[in-house]
């Protein structure tokens, strides 16, 4: 006679979710970065410190560094 479970079990290890967690931890990370670098960056333009052009180029090289997953929408 089989015996069956249907108690609620983990469909992925705990390796994967380790993992996962890990990811989501540096992607996260990588957005308070961009953001941060951002909101100097958007003061300095408030205040004329630097213009559009400059704005559009620092945004551009900081989104390849940090990758960011809000920052890109």
């Keep these: 006679m089989t015996i069956l479970s249907i108690a609620p079990t983990l469909a992925i290890s705990m390796t994967d979710i380790i993992r996962r967690i890990i ?10 970065k961009y953001q941060s670098v951002m909101s100097v960056v958007r003061k300095m333009l408030e205040e004329g410190l630097i213009d559009e052009a400059d704005y559009t180029i620092i945004d551009t ?11 890109s929408l």
């Design 23 to 32: 990811m989501n931890n540096n992607q996260f990370t990588s957005e308070l």
């Design 61 to 71: 090289n900081m989104k390849e560094k940090y990758q960011p997953f809000l920052g």
